[in-house]
């Protein structure tokens, strides 16, 4: 295994450490609860000579976007990072990221979007940015953040990609805790990084050459520039597991690609969810196995594209599926995962499935939590009647 | 029935290129009334030109001509030529100037 | 033609006036384009680039210019090298662009060119917070007193009084109900390297600062004003824009002024200044105008100059002394 310097730091500070590992040309500063330490660690690292970008202090997080984004078009690597309300207001400034398709790295760590005024973890924030074709990924821990934020930049610059992508992790359970965490030598990352200079060189936007970015769309050009956009979203799912692999090949660690599945083999019953959660989950996973319950999870850690062909092949020949979310699916009356997951129905029959909604603004997701959970999923497996959507911190314990 | 394989636009994204495609309009065919311009008053101060917004007074030497594949007939240079050596002219009875020119 | 020839030529000028002089690079614009005959927005536009030269990247968005800026497909409208955003992300972009071509080391010149729907409205967060950063961006404003693309919707920059198709005139109204924002004055206050007011009667004062903005960008921040009426939207003929421009500067409603390191200097003097109804009765918008109305006006008028009047006047009461607006990083 290549030599890694070994720090006690927080999820945040691995945002950082990472990004100051890829070593980007432009970083737009914005403060918001719980990301806050992202920024000023990379300011730390500049002040110290650590790390050469140009360091914008921006007046909010949409001119964070726009910013980041036209230097990336100008051709530089670029990163942000930002939560919540901040997400919400560079929204429109996103949308123009991922039709430029520009390579921007944005960190999102996961609180609840405005409509409540919370200052607490949720994963809404992400869920309701799905839709404008920026890649997302999701993470447990503070290791998995820094690996995957440096993961991000090579998924995001890939010629073939040329995508956006937003990194997650949740506020204050990964982003304020902190971990022994291995980090890489600048030297190697910058070797594992090279394999983007071997690739042919994306446009940009150079001064004196009549190009220019972010034309019309007239006519067909629109629908045909949609299309390639969606393709290469599908491109990046087998890209994604290429790249983790190479990066598990390169530092020693990997963690599954799109999905992870942990004690799935002869698994009836599987849990599936996202985040810091996770972690919980597989700790009663295994303490059930021990006690012969055949349950497994399923971690889901890229959420656009979504993992279809992995899911479905994954949730085969199950007795019941379990999904568990830190968010709501608005019209649907379940989490936002489950949806996507209840709509792999034609590729995997019909199963019973059951959707948590759970750990919303801070709340824990204890292992009794998620040990109901499993025991609601074996219930159902059974034949019994079962409830769709169990939303378990309201759930009065009968 | 599939997705065709070629695309009319070349990019991944939007961009544009001046040296593949240079696109104009012919405004020329907006306008109702063109420039004449009258060289024994014209003394070539180049206001018009200066004042243009398409830009359609093409400096000649020792006159200007005006660009009647754009010139969109705004009138501007009429107004402005401090010796009023330019008057607009229908465009109907423009051409039967020319032909007893 | 259009042309006659007489048999007396008379004598001609030897050369062609010093504002020529300024135009280094012939027009990157095409031919034929979508500005509105007689718009001297497009004259403010097509200037930019035969002063500043073909090596700058405009940033455009949505306004009366985006359909000229931007391209179609394909297709471009002129040669430059150029970045379409939204509107709120006019001047943040510029900031990005900025900042990656200092960081490789490359001389490039952004150059933002917005309507005052945006530079006021919509874009002004990022506007002002590029300028108290200082960037090393040019941003032009070309006030046109409303959102114009979209059919003369009032904006913060509609004066006082006038009929918009928000702001209409009608039984229970009688157009906008407040005072404009004055935007050049507020950027002027912000720690930026160059400000100045331009309009299209005034050619050589115009093209002089465009070429003074290019330089004072590789310091810091240059915003110029350019106040370049609607043909439509005023309702005037369309050969009488720079006529409207010209009676904006001659009754002082809009003054040409600039403001290098936080000294400010009036750079065209009114000795007598007109009445505004002058400049009032030129324009449709204020049609619906009565005594009083002109009188609020003139006021209003009064109040915006004295304070630029007081600004500027050198050695009178106010000796604003300069000050570094950025230190070395």
């Given at each position: 295994?290549?030599?890694?310097?070994?720090?006690?730091?927080?999820?945040?500070?691995?945002?950082?450490?990472?990004?100051?590992?890829?070593?980007?040309?432009?970083?737009?500063?914005?403060?918001?609860?719980?990301?806050?330490?992202?920024?000023?660690?990379?300011?730390?690292?500049?002040?110290?000579?650590?790390?050469?970008?140009?360091?914008?202090?921006?007046?909010?997080?949409?001119?964070?976007?726009?910013?980041?984004?036209?230097?990336?078009?100008?051709?530089?690597?670029?990163?942000?990072?930002?939560?919540?309300?901040?997400?919400a207001?560079?929204?429109?400034?996103?949308?123009?990221?991922?039709?430029?398709?520009?390579?921007?790295?944005?960190?999102?760590?996961?609180?609840e979007p405005p409509g409540i005024?919370?200052?607490?973890?949720g994963q809404q924030d992400m869920i309701a940015t799905r839709d404008i074709?920026?890649?997302?990924?999701?993470?447990?821990?503070?290791?998995?953040?820094?690996?995957?934020?440096?993961?991000?930049?090579?998924?995001?610059?890939?010629?073939?990609?040329?995508?956006?992508?937003?990194?997650?992790?949740?506020?204050?359970?990964?982003?304020?805790?902190?971990?022994?965490?291995?980090?890489?030598?600048?030297?190697?990352?910058?070797?594992?990084?090279?394999?983007?200079?071997?690739?042919?060189?994306?446009?940009?936007?150079?001064?004196?050459?009549?190009?220019?970015?972010?034309?019309?769309?007239?006519?067909?050009?629109?629908?045909?520039?949609?299309?390639?956009?969606?393709?290469?979203?599908?491109?990046?799912?087998?890209?994604?597991?290429?790249?983790?692999?190479?990066?598990?090949?390169?530092?020693?660690?990997?963690?599954?690609?799109?999905?992870?599945?942990?004690?799935?083999?002869?698994?009836?019953?599987?849990?599936?969810?996202?985040?810091?959660?996770?972690?919980?989950?597989?700790?009663?996973?295994?303490?059930?196995?021990?006690?012969?319950?055949?349950?497994?999870?399923?971690?889901?850690?890229?959420f656009r594209?979504f993992?279809?062909?992995?899911?479905?092949?994954?949730?085969?020949?199950?007795?019941?599926?379990?999904v568990?979310d830190r968010s709501v699916d608005f019209g649907w009356n379940c989490g936002p995962v489950y949806r996507e997951i209840r709509a792999?129905t034609?590729?995997?029959?019909?199963?019973?499935m059951?959707s948590f909604i759970?750990?919303l603004?801070?709340?824990?997701?204890?292992?009794?939590?998620?040990?109901?959970?499993?025991?609601?999923?074996?219930?159902?497996?059974?034949?019994?009647?079962?409830q769709e959507t169990t939303w378990?911190?309201?759930?009065?314990?009968? | 029935?599939?997705?065709?394989?070629?695309?009319?636009?070349?990019?991944?994204?939007?961009?544009?290129?001046?040296?593949?495609?240079?696109?104009?309009?012919?405004?020329?065919?907006?306008?109702?009334?063109?420039?004449?311009?009258?060289?024994?008053?014209?003394?070539?101060?180049?206001?018009?030109?200066?004042?243009?917004?398409?830009?359609?007074?093409?400096?000649?030497?020792?006159?200007?001509?005006?660009?009647?594949?754009?010139?969109?007939?705004?009138?501007?240079?009429?107004?402005?030529?401090?010796?009023?050596?330019?008057?607009?002219?229908?465009?109907?009875?423009?051409?039967?100037?020319?032909?007893?020119? | 033609?259009?042309?006659?020839?007489?048999?007396?030529?008379?004598?001609?000028?030897?050369?062609?006036?010093?504002?020529?002089?300024?135009?280094?690079?012939?027009?990157?614009?095409?031919?034929?384009?979508?500005?509105?005959?007689?718009?001297?927005?497009?004259?403010?536009?097509?200037?930019?680039?035969?002063?500043?030269?073909?090596?700058?990247?405009?940033?455009?968005?949505?306004?009366?210019?985006?359909?000229?800026?931007?391209?179609?497909?394909?297709?471009?409208?002129?040669?430059?090298?150029?970045?379409?955003?939204?509107?709120?992300?006019?001047?943040?972009?510029?900031?990005?662009?900025?900042?990656?071509?200092?960081?490789?080391?490359?001389?490039?010149?952004?150059?933002?060119?917005?309507?005052?729907?945006?530079?006021?409205?919509?874009?002004?967060?990022?506007?002002?917070?590029?300028?108290?950063?200082?960037?090393?961006?040019?941003?032009?404003?070309?006030?046109?007193?409303?959102?114009?693309?979209?059919?003369?919707?009032?904006?913060?920059?509609?004066?006082?009084?006038?009929?918009?198709?928000?702001?209409?005139?009608?039984?229970?109204?009688?157009?906008?109900?407040?005072?404009?924002?004055?935007?050049?004055?507020?950027?002027?206050?912000?720690?930026?390297?160059?400000?100045?007011?331009?309009?299209?009667?005034?050619?050589?004062?115009?093209?002089?600062?465009?070429?003074?903005?290019?330089?004072?960008?590789?310091?810091?921040?240059?915003?110029?004003?350019?106040?370049?009426?609607?043909?439509?939207?005023?309702?005037?003929?369309?050969?009488?824009?720079?006529?409207?421009?010209?009676?904006?500067?001659?009754?002082?409603?809009?003054?040409?002024?600039?403001?290098?390191?936080?000294?400010?200097?009036?750079?065209?003097?009114?000795?007598?200044?007109?009445?505004?109804?002058?400049?009032?009765?030129?324009?449709?918008?204020?049609?619906?105008?009565?005594?009083?109305?002109?009188?609020?006006?003139?006021?209003?008028?009064?109040?915006?100059?004295?304070?630029?009047?007081?600004?500027?006047?050198?050695?009178?009461?106010?000796?604003?002394?300069?000050?570094?607006?950025?230190?070395?990083?």
């Open positions: 295994m290549r030599k890694h310097d070994t720090k006690v730091i927080t999820g945040n500070a691995c945002s950082a450490y990472a990004v100051r590992l890829c070593q980007p040309d432009v970083v737009a500063l914005y403060p918001i609860t719980p990301q806050t330490e992202v920024v000023e660690q990379l300011a730390r690292f500049k002040a110290d000579g650590e790390l050469q970008a140009e360091m914008i202090e921006v007046e909010g997080e949409n001119s964070a976007m726009n910013a980041v984004t036209a230097a990336s078009i100008a051709g530089g690597r670029v990163y942000t990072a930002t939560s919540s309300y901040g997400l207001f560079m929204y429109d400034a996103m949308m123009q990221t991922a039709g430029f398709r520009a390579p921007v790295v944005m960190t999102n760590v996961n609180r005024h919370a200052v607490s973890s074709g920026w890649l997302q990924l999701v993470v447990e821990e503070n290791q998995e953040v820094l690996d995957v934020t440096i993961q991000a930049f090579r998924l995001a610059e890939d010629y073939d990609i040329q995508l956006p992508v937003m990194v997650n992790y949740d506020g204050y359970f990964v982003s304020h805790s902190a971990e022994a965490v291995k980090i890489p030598m600048p030297e190697d990352v910058a070797q594992y990084l090279s394999a983007l200079e071997k690739q042919p060189k994306r446009m940009k936007l150079v001064p004196g050459r009549s190009m220019g970015a972010g034309s019309h769309g007239l006519l067909l050009a629109y629908t045909e520039l949609r299309y390639k956009h969606v393709a290469a979203m599908e491109r990046a799912k087998a890209k994604f597991d290429q790249i983790d692999k190479e990066y598990g090949d390169f530092f020693g660690r990997y963690y599954g690609g799109q999905i992870e599945e942990y004690k799935t083999d002869g698994a009836d019953l599987i849990l599936v969810t996202s985040g810091s959660a996770a972690g919980t989950a597989k700790t009663v996973i295994d303490v059930m196995r021990d006690k012969g319950m055949k349950v497994g999870l399923i971690k889901l850690r890229m594209p993992p279809r062909e992995r899911l479905s092949r994954a949730l085969q020949r199950r007795k019941a599926v379990g568990l792999l034609p590729e995997i029959g019909c199963v019973p059951l759970a750990g603004a801070n709340l824990d997701i204890t292992a009794g939590d998620v040990e109901a959970m499993i025991d609601d999923i074996y219930a159902a497996s059974l034949g019994s009647r079962f378990v911190s309201l759930e009065e314990k009968t | 029935m599939a997705i065709r394989k070629t695309f009319s636009y070349p990019y991944e994204s939007a961009w544009s290129d001046a040296d593949e495609l240079l696109l104009h309009l012919d405004t020329g065919t907006w306008r109702t009334k063109r420039p004449q311009i009258d060289t024994d008053k014209c003394n070539y101060c180049g206001l018009c030109a200066l004042y243009c917004p398409p830009q359609c007074m093409l400096a000649r030497g020792d006159y200007f001509e005006v660009n009647l594949q754009y010139c969109k007939g705004c009138g501007i240079c009429a107004k402005e030529c401090p010796r009023g050596a330019i008057t607009m002219v229908l465009e109907e009875l423009s051409g039967k100037i020319n032909a007893e020119t | 033609m259009g042309v006659t020839r007489g048999k007396d030529m008379i004598q001609r000028k030897k050369r062609l006036p010093r504002v020529f002089d300024y135009f280094v690079e012939e027009d990157q614009f095409a031919g034929g384009n979508t500005f509105c005959a007689g718009c001297p927005a497009e004259l403010a536009l097509r200037t930019v680039p035969k002063v500043m030269g073909k090596d700058i990247v405009m940033v455009g968005t949505p306004s009366c210019s985006a359909p000229v800026l931007h391209g179609q497909n394909l297709g471009s409208w002129h040669r430059l090298a150029y970045y379409a955003c939204v509107m709120t992300g006019v001047a943040s972009s510029a900031s990005g662009l900025a900042r990656y071509y200092q960081r490789v080391g490359i001389d490039a010149t952004v150059v933002c060119f917005t309507g005052d729907g945006d530079a006021n409205d919509v874009g002004f967060q990022p506007l002002s917070g590029a300028a108290e950063r200082n960037e090393h961006v040019v941003y032009i404003c070309y006030d046109n007193e409303g959102y114009m693309n979209t059919g003369n919707q009032r904006s913060s920059s509609t004066p006082l009084g006038a009929a918009t198709s928000t702001t209409p005139v009608g039984k229970s109204a009688r157009g906008k109900r407040n005072l404009s924002k004055y935007l050049p004055l507020v950027i002027a206050l912000h720690p930026v390297a160059y400000v100045a007011t331009a309009t299209l009667s005034n050619m050589e004062d115009y093209a002089k600062k465009l070429l003074k903005a290019k330089e004072k960008s590789k310091e810091g921040f240059a915003y110029i004003h350019v106040f370049s009426p609607c043909v439509v939207g005023s309702r005037i003929a369309t050969d009488s824009a720079i006529e409207v421009c010209r009676m904006a500067v001659r009754t002082n409603y809009f003054p040409l002024w600039e403001m290098e390191d936080a000294s400010f200097r009036f750079t065209y003097n009114v000795a007598h200044p007109r009445p505004i109804q002058e400049y009032l009765q030129l324009s449709g918008k204020f049609s619906h105008f009565n005594e009083e109305d002109v009188e609020r006006f003139q006021e209003a008028v009064n109040h915006r100059y004295t304070i630029v009047d007081s600004l500027c006047r050198s050695g009178g009461a106010f000796e604003i002394p300069s000050v570094q607006a950025t230190v070395s990083r």
